[in-house]
């Protein structure tokens, strides 16, 4: 009877049909992402951004402004004290104002660190028209990073920086990302997404250079489409 049993169900077992398992591709995992953040058109719609915010780095505490502007312009201001550091870019050139070095004159951003902050200045997000800003991307595989299911993709631009970027499979949101420098490895993982607008946005970004604590980003407010100026972009001629 048992054995009857067996030979039915192996029977019924060899008349179902079979499919193949299922394997995403980087096409599906990035449209996932896309779709998670608000997708393609909200992302589109977004032509400034304002996001003010704290920082913590080395036990210092500074409150900071980041500005954005389509195509790639950016601004980010820290005060320390009564004194503001400047880091913008206008698109195409780079400079810092830092009176805390004995200087208040504008310095150009010049070599590998201008072509970082050039990537950097992306105002969407590698993902967006990847093929057309000339990005290749693999997809590595789908990984256990502390217990959460992530996908690998590594992402290659065209004048071959390589940055590996991983994916919460669940939600599609990015988790972290891992680039090489001088320091050695740069990692950034981003949590406490909410959504801005019918966009989802991370509100906590935390830095870490071989895998130590260097820098932590709070932000308390993110402000859309707002009215802001070429000019703040620009370098001043004093």
């Given at each position: 009877m048992f054995c009857r049993l067996?030979?039915?169900?192996s029977v019924v077992a060899c008349s179902l049909p079979t499919y193949p398992a299922f394997a995403q591709t980087v096409e599906e995992v990035v449209a996932k992402n896309l779709e998670a953040r608000g997708g393609i058109d909200?992302?589109?719609?977004?032509?400034?951004?304002?996001?003010?915010?704290?920082?913590?780095?080395?036990?210092?505490?500074?409150?900071?402004?980041?500005?954005?502007?389509?195509?790639?312009?950016?601004?980010?201001?820290?005060?320390?004290?009564?004194?503001?550091i400047l880091y913008v870019f206008d698109g195409k050139t780079a400079w810092v104002l830092n009176p805390l070095t004995g200087s208040n004159a504008p310095t150009a951003v010049t070599g590998p660190e201008l072509e970082g902050i050039r990537q950097?200045?992306?105002?969407d997000s590698p993902f967006v028209d990847y093929k057309t800003k000339g990005y290749?991307?693999?997809?590595?595989?789908?990984?256990?990073?502390?217990?959460?299911?992530?996908?690998?993709?590594?992402?290659?631009?065209?004048?071959?920086?390589?940055?590996?970027?991983y994916l919460d499979v669940e939600t599609g949101l990015e988790a972290r990302t891992v680039s090489p420098s001088p320091m050695g490895a740069l990692e950034e993982e981003f949590s406490d997404y909410r959504d801005v607008q019918g966009v989802k946005m991370p509100f906590s970004v935390r830095t870490l250079q071989n895998g130590r604590r260097v820098a932590e980003i709070t932000i308390e407010?993110?402000?859309?489409?707002?009215?802001?100026?070429?000019?703040?972009?620009?370098?001043?001629?004093?």
């Open positions: 067996l030979l039915a169900l909200k992302i589109k719609s977004i032509q400034t951004i304002k996001q003010v915010a704290r920082l913590n780095s080395q036990g210092m505490d500074v409150s900071m402004t980041m500005y954005g502007k389509r195509p790639n312009m950016t601004r980010k201001e820290l005060m320390m004290g009564q004194q503001r950097e200045a992306d105002f290749s991307i693999a997809l590595v595989g789908t990984e256990d990073v502390a217990g959460r299911k992530m996908h690998h993709l590594r992402l290659t631009s065209k004048i071959g920086a390589v940055q590996e970027c407010r993110i402000e859309l489409n707002g009215a802001i100026d070429d000019e703040m972009f620009k370098r001043p001629a004093k």
